[in-house]
Antibody, heavy 122, light 111 residues
Framework: EEQLVESGGKLVQPGGSLRLSCAAS????????MHWVRQAPGTGLVWVSR????????TYADSVRGRFTVSRDNAKKTSSLQMTNLRLDDTAVYFC?????????????????WGQGTTVTV | QSALTQPPSASGTPGQRVTISCSGG????????VNWFRQLPGTAPKLLIY???QRPSGVPDRFSASKSATSASLAISGLQSEDEADYYC????????????FGTGTTVTVL
């Protein structure tokens, strides 16, 4: 079964740093864009960042640009989110998400596999 | 980064049909396919519908969806108690540097 497992979430002081990791299994990790999505307590889903299959391109939400850096290691099948200068409003569950490809009818899956999430409290 | 607009809540009795709307604009839903996710309490979201109206393997045909212009909708037929969850629409946004947007979310309650 295709799986994503996040780790690294914890309690951190405002202004601090934290590195989240996402480990993939049972699929060809290097073929997929990977995303990070967060959910603050009692609120909805918010897109944070994404990285290209080869790691050469990354995009960020305005709220985290300049503070967060996404990376990946295809050999280890992992994606990471380095978070610096953390703020109170960064408190959330952070999900690692795969951007799937196309089905047999060339329909785009979009975000299709989600990790269980890791909790960051600032 | 503006979210897509969904009603905050929807409800129905077992067996009924419930519909959830998702409203966007010309740069998001108007141009891109819509996905729907279901999030049970305390769990990660799960893909329910992709590419406007496609069900992934394992999703029952009680769930259906459609898209028209800048809006989309999800329908749940034969409502069951296990359908109590939060439902989110999502799509790409061509107008912003942040390329992906989610709906505000709808909590479905089975009465």
């Amino acid at each position: 079964e295709e799986q994503l497992v996040e780790s690294g979430g914890k309690l951190v002081q405002p202004g601090g740093s934290l590195r989240l990791s996402c480990a993939a299994s049972e699929f060809t990790f290097s073929s997929y864009w990977m995303h990070w999505v967060r959910q603050a307590p009692g609120t909805g889903l918010v897109w944070v960042s994404r990285i290209s299959p080869d790691g050469g391109a990354a995009t960020y939400a305005d709220s985290v640009r300049g503070r967060f850096t996404v990376s990946r290691d295809n050999a280890k099948k992992t994606s990471s989110l380095q978070m610096t200068n953390l703020r109170l409003d960064d408190t959330a569950v952070y999900f690692c998400v795969r951007e799937g490809g196309y089905d047999s009818n060339y329909k785009f899956y979009g975000m299709d596999v989600w990790g269980q999430g890791t909790t960051v409290t600032v | 980064q503006s979210a897509l607009t969904q009603p905050p809540s929807a409800s129905g009795t077992p067996g009924q049909r419930v519909t959830i709307s998702c409203s966007g604009g010309s740069s998001d839903i108007g141009k891109n396919p819509v996905n729907w996710f279901r999030q049970l309490p305390g769990t990660a979201p799960k893909l329910l519908i992709y590419s406007n109206d496609q069900r992934p393997s394992g999703v029952p045909d009680r769930f259906s969806a459609s898209k028209s212009a800048t809006s989309a909708s999800l329908a749940i037929s034969g409502l069951q108690s296990e359908d109590e969850a939060d439902y989110y629409c999502s799509t790409w946004d061509d107008s912003l540097n942040a390329p992906y947007v989610f709906g505000t979310g709808t909590t479905v309650t089975v009465l």
